[in-house]
């Protein structure tokens, strides 16, 4: 393409706010580039062929929405193509895949020309630094990006939960929602607060999020205030019926005194804890499990979780959160304690809600 260009053979239109981006051939012809994070664009154009880099970031409402645009009808046949690497066996696009709903073809490193040299046999020098990479990886990640298989993490606790289905688009929350906040404090660990909003039939929404490191509880309770109060003091969305914390005492002792809202210590029962979520995550049978968390919810990406390849929000914690192999002094599983810090934040709401005594007053 860029030979192209500078032959002023193809031009480059750099798109509107009705329009994607496109390169226009001299035929007519045009290859337009958009993504789905503004799906507008895309959605308001007609294709004849449609190709998706790395579809597991897509949902499968995203997915099949695409393949309503295949209705150009200038080429012989309309068709809707993608790359990707594998994810967890229970993935919506593998299970297209398994349902024949989707054609599927395996792809290996041996397959790159770049990588490796069928008419010697051997791995160019390309491929073989490539390789010496996904060598070191371990569990999961070797699985899927070095032997290209479509595997959940051995032991995953939360094997319920499906990005697609449980990562929603964002709505407009009713003011008369309940709102609650559940705080992990960290400092070379993320410090993690989410916002949640609970709906009439007891549904749990979480529509906003900080996961960050290396910053002070107080730097963290000034920004936390700054979303929620404009600067005359006005709330902005209602106040949390709850803040509920982890048990470090001098932490929500800050917190307390620079937000001027009261915390409550969250219960630390991690297995009955994990067992509520679990049931929240089940769907009851009207198709919307009793928790879901708005796409774009994290308020702004750490860059060195990023760098050091760790989860960045609570949604990319749910592949990695896993049982370990060591059990408790009563001889009970337990969960990995790493990259948990969302899964503990959004326990502690949920056993908040669920794990109270009934009142046995009518």
Not at 222 to 247: F, R, T
Not at 282 to 301: N, Q, S, W, Y
Not at 328 to 342: A, F, I, N, S, Y
């Amino acid at each position: 393409m860029p030979n192209l260009l500078e032959e002023e053979i193809v031009t480059y239109y750099g798109g509107s706010r009705k329009d994607p981006a496109k390169y226009i051939f001299p035929n007519g012809a045009s290859i337009m580039v958009g993504g789905m994070d503004k799906a507008t664009k895309v959605m308001s154009s007609e294709y004849d062929l449609i190709f998706v880099q790395e579809a597991i970031e897509l949902t499968e409402d995203d997915w099949e929405k695409l393949t309503t645009r295949l209705r150009n009808y200038r080429m012989p046949y309309q068709q809707l193509i993608a790359d990707t690497n594998p994810h967890g066996a229970s993935h919506w696009l593998k299970q297209r895949a398994d349902k024949g709903t989707t054609t599927m073809f395996q792809s290996v490193h041996e397959d790159n020309p770049t990588l490796y040299d069928h008419e010697t046999g051997e791995w160019t020098e390309r491929g073989e630094d490539y390789l010496s990479k996904l060598d070191q990886l371990t569990g999961v990640n070797y699985d899927r990006l070095r032997l290209g298989l479509w595997v959940s993490a051995e032991g995953i606790i939360y094997d319920e939960f499906r990005e697609d289905v449980h990562v929603i688009e964002p709505f407009e929350i009713p003011e008369d929602w309940k709102r609650y906040w559940s705080i992990d404090f960290g400092y070379t660990n993320p410090f993690v607060c989410q916002w949640w909003a609970e709906d009439n039939d007891g549904r749990l929404y979480k529509y906003r999020e900080i996961y960050q490191t290396e910053r002070i509880v107080e730097d963290h309770t000034a920004h936390i205030m700054s979303l929620v109060i404009d600067s005359d003091g006005n709330w902005l969305e209602p106040k949390p019926a709850q803040v509920i914390c982890d048990h470090d005492l001098e932490d929500r002792k800050t917190f307390e005194r620079y937000s001027k809202l009261r915390t409550l210590s969250a219960k630390k029962d991690v297995r009955r804890g994990i067992e509520a979520v679990k049931k929240r995550l089940r769907d009851p049978g009207d198709g919307k499990p009793r928790i879901m968390f708005f796409k774009d919810a994290l308020v702004e990406t750490d860059s060195k979780l990023v760098s050091n390849k760790k989860p960045i929000n609570t949604v990319s914690e749910f592949p990695g959160y896993i049982w370990s192999d060591k059990k408790t002094e009563l001889g009970l599983d337990q969960p990995e304690k790493v990259d948990d810090h969302g899964m503990d934040s959004m326990r502690y709401v949920v056993a908040y809600k669920d794990l109270r005594p009934k009142s046995n007053v009518a």
